[in-house]
């Protein structure tokens, strides 16, 4: 999560494949250092921030927590690159926590569609815990992302092949 940051899922997939094949844990990626990381990841933007974040991220794993990852949100934060949305997505596929991690996709459908409307990316997370049902919870984001993503597209909505167009607020619909 820390190295998706404006570089899409398939680019830091393909960029970490190897990766996570020859350092798999925090230890070897400490080990690793900045610069040994850089020539793994040098195609996702922004990498050289990102890789500083990640070596010092691996080394604070196991200074503080014998470098599992913790399951706790200010445990998470406090970790350089981790912000709400990254200890969000850990907190739900890791630990199982019916937490709902907001990106651009998940903020732009809320709003549009009227489901948790908010003029902050946490606005909007507190509007979707209020309404999405808890059972839905531990796979919402992900419904809500590929929604975003594929129908529900920043430039040109897929109005007509959108499964809630009766219920979308969205006073644009392409039809």
Known sequence: M???AQATDKGVNRAT????????????????GV???????????LYPTKAKNVVALSRLLLERHG???PHDRAALESLPGVGRKTANV??????KEP???VDTHIFR??????????????????KLLKTVPAEFRLHA??????????????RAPDCVHCNVFDLCAFKEKNV
């Open 2 to 4: 820390v190295l998706s």
């Open 17 to 32: 494949r190897a990766l996570f094949r020859d350092h798999p844990t925090p230890h070897a990626i400490a080990a690793l």
């Open 35 to 45: 610069e040994g990381l850089c020539e793994y990841i040098n195609t996702i933007g």
């Open 67 to 69: 470098g599992d990852v």
């Open 90 to 95: 850990v907190l739900n596929i890791a630990f």
């Open 99 to 101: 937490t709902i991690a």
């Open 109 to 126: 459908v809320g709003n549009r569609t009227g489901l948790a409307s908010g003029n902050t990316v946490d606005a909007v997370e507190q």
């Open 141 to 154: 984001h992900h419904w809500l992302i590929l929604h975003g993503r594929y129908t529900c597209k920043a």
